[in-house]
């Protein structure tokens, strides 16, 4: 049996709400624990992840989220206080099923030594600085993603 | 089942991807031909863990199910 295997992971977080969050991490630090390297390239929203403090206050979308376990419909989602109601909903949900914090996967992919690149495009668009980043956080261009992910990586973009 | 652990890692009521992210620092923890016994209640974890140490080049010695637990030995082998 040949069958080619991959030992890299290189990942595109895009999103910056708390649903679109889980999966770079979740499969990040799962990647680390089975020996493989990993990196997780943070542009435009997808920044919002690594600000410091940020983590565990993104939010839900209600508007235009019909798989919500609990469907809001659009026009009642447009009222403001919905956003922080969907996200407390959904914050229960994952509290409930013993599913781990934001910062505490984010804590673990870095100790565990996935290279979380922030791209500095993004940042400068929108104003980021790289003090305002948690601790770990490499800043670099698509290059440097590619460079990693052109090394036979599993490329996944959220 | 008759498999003396070096060491016990208890992950119940932990959810994916924890149990495999704590079993990856116990078993680094621990020198070759050891065996951790870790406990888990996520259903997940079956498939999981064989596919962690199919990964990893460790050892799924045995494996159980009681009252909502999953138990796995597993030995350290690289």
């Known amino acids: 049996m040949t069958e080619s295997t991959s030992n890299r992971l290189a990942i595109i977080a895009l999103h910056g709400t708390l649903d679109a969050a889980y999966p770079p991490l979740i499969l990040a630090t799962a990647a680390a624990a089975m020996d493989m390297q990993c990196a997780i390239f943070f542009t435009f929203y997808g920044l919002e992840i690594i600000r410091k403090g940020k983590a565990d206050k993104l939010q839900v979308a209600p508007i235009a989220n019909p798989a919500m376990p609990m469907p809001v419909p659009n026009i009642v989602g447009m009222l403001p206080g919905m956003t922080a109601v969907a996200t407390g909903m959904m914050n229960s949900w994952m509290h409930k099923a013993n599913v781990a914090k934001l910062s505490e996967l984010l804590e673990m992919a870095v100790e565990s030594g996935v290279r979380m690149i922030a791209c500095q495009m993004s940042m400068d668009v929108m104003g980021v600085k790289k003090e305002d980043l948690i601790d770990g956080v490499e800043v670099s261009g698509a290059a440097t993603f590619l460079e990693f992910a052109s090394q036979n990586a599993i490329s996944l973009s959220f | ?78």
């Open chain 2, 1 to 78: 089942m008759s498999i003396t652990p070096d060491q016990v890692l208890d992950c119940s009521g932990m959810a994916c991807p924890m149990p495999i992210l704590k079993t990856k620092k116990a078993v680094d923890g621990l020198q070759l031909g050891q065996i951790l016994k870790m406990i888990a209640t996520d259903p997940g974890s079956t498939s999981d863990m064989e596919a962690w140490t199919r990964k990893t080049g460790h050892t799924l010695v045995a494996s159980e199910q009681a009252d909502g637990k999953f138990i796995f030995y597993i030995k350290k082998s690289k």
